[in-house]
């Protein structure tokens, strides 16, 4: 079956597909159609995120479904609000010429009274999240008693993220006489017991194994002590300009950290963890689909459902404990026949780590070292030709008189010019900056023994700590405590509310510090922009230069004042 044609699928379902530019079927396309068009035994189908499972399982079951019957013959489960909702659209968009079938998503974070009037349309295809459909179940709002076809999609993501009681109460409350469908990235234990509980001598079919993955995705590691790993992500940014991509975290806090620390610097980034609500959310996936911003920063699970065919990197900040994980992370670039870059930060100790996933999944992975200055400066001219010559839209029109005569300059002494300008801010970052030191990985066999684990724990602990006794200093009206005995931590009256940005605080130190008691420029820290003021660190002996010179200079004829903080 190379083709969509060729399967017995009915015209209007064609005609759909073919609409949305459906041709030729993937391989867990290929092998699934014609398996439930043709048998009725439950199916465990293992396949990785992006092979088009949705299509391989709905397609068939919308050819066979009765769409004379008010009742509700397919119940399809996955793990997240965006899953569903994708699901659910998919759905609708296959079925969009077979006027009398009904599609409703069920999920939390949204109305349940809404949902709930939705489902007095009675709809033929239920797409869900466990917790939602229990609740509904438990309102009397849902019955399963028709069912014909059960999806478990991404179980194993299900599973992790704590549903298995709420999936075996759904499955206890389906027909023993309904076929399952259990799809899944991974077989781990527990979804080997569901399916031994569940499903009846189940065909298996499986695409893409862990060792199978893809050839165009570059991948590379680079070696970077854990004080530094934020630093060294910034230069990785920097020095692959016009990139779109997705930074992976392990935790909630380092998730928002990282994305803070790259908004705080000035890039287009945002955050999606599980500590964010559904508004929050929603508006973050809306803004990186529409590429309002172009980095987010996020985990492993606020990641699934999000479904972008044109990521360029991904960046693991910190590396999975799974190898499968990994290969899922990468896996998201390199999609609809684009090459992709998978870049991973690694620390010192982590060298048995790293040979986990090497061997698991036999991914050539390839050090690399940490951008230099000089390595971005050079970077960024190339990003800025290739956005030149690859981006041609006119978007404003202007009287071509207005451009001067430039005839004095040669075509060289121009480009100079203009990169000179584009390249400013980011030239005075780099211009007095070290180099991150050379690191190599450590050869101990105990790489992440529990004394690492412990002491990690402990300065996590002592992260959180200090976070928290900033937050409340900051609460009481008070300032939050310089670390740095080099440093002096002063407090600025703008924010966020008066368009301060990162870059605008370096220009503004810079010029306060210009021709001070030494020659040098001096060194600048942390910069951390609040909503209606702002803290910065400069180097101690630049004190009275901040001092003496911000109140006698305007930001957007603003006045401005710095006083040390306590």
Known sequence: ???????????????????????????????????????????????????????????????????????????????????????????????????????????????????????????????????????????????????????????????????????????????????????????????????????????????????????????????????????????????????????????RMETQEVADFLMQNGYAADALHGDLSQAQRDTVMKKFRLKNIDILVATDVAARGLDVNSLTHVIHFSLPDDPEVFVHRSGRTGRAGKDGISMALIKPEESRKLKQIKSATKIEINEKFIPTGEDIIKAQVGGVFEKLLTEHEDLFEFDDSLIPDLSNFTKEELVHQLLQFQLKDLALYYKDKHDLVEQKLSSRDDDYSRRDRGRDRDRDRGRDRDRGDRGRDRDRGGKPRRRDENMVRFFFNLGKKDHLKKLDVLDIINKATAGGKTKKRAEIGDIEILEKFSFFEVEKSFKDNVLSNIQSMKFKGKDMRAEVAN
Not at 145 to 173: C, N, P, R, Y
Request: proline share 4%; aromatic share 8%; net charge neutral.
């Open 1 to 251: 079956m190379n083709l969509f044609t060729e399967t017995n699928l009915s015209p209007d379902i064609l005609k759909a597909i073919g609409e949305l530019g459906y041709e030729s079927p993937t391989e867990i396309q290929k092998q699934t159609i014609p398996f439930i068009l043709s048998d009725i035994r439950d199916l465990i189908a293992l396949a990785q995120t992006g092979t088009g499972k949705t299509a391989a399982f709905s397609l068939p079951i919308l050819d066979m479904i009765d769409d004379t019957s008010r009742k509700i013959q397919l119940l399809v489960l996955c793990p997240t609000r965006e899953l569903c909702l994708q699901i659910s659209k998919d759905i609708k968009n296959y079925s969009k010429y077979m006027k009398d079938i009904k599609t409703t998503a069920v999920y939390g974070g949204s109305s349940i009274v809404e949902q709930m009037r939705s489902l007095k349309d009675k709809p033929q295809i239920i797409v869900g999240t466990p917790g939602r459909v229990i609740d509904l179940i438990n309102r009397k709002a849902l019955d399963f008693s028709a069912i014909h076809w059960l999806v478990l999609d991404e179980a194993d993501e299900m599973l992790s993220m704590g549903f298995k009681d709420e999936l075996e109460t759904i499955l206890s409350e389906t027909p023993e006489t309904k076929q399952t469908f259990l799809f899944s990235a991974t077989m781990n234990k527990e979804v080997e017991r569901i399916s031994k509980n569940y499903l009846t001598k189940p065909h298996r079919i499986s695409v893409g194994s862990i060792n199978e993955v893809k050839k165009n995705i570059t991948h590379e590691y680079y070696v970077v002590g854990y004080r530094q790993k934020k630093e060294a992500l910034k230069r990785l940014i920097d020095a692959n300009p016009n990139q779109y991509s997705i930074i992976f975290c392990r935790t």
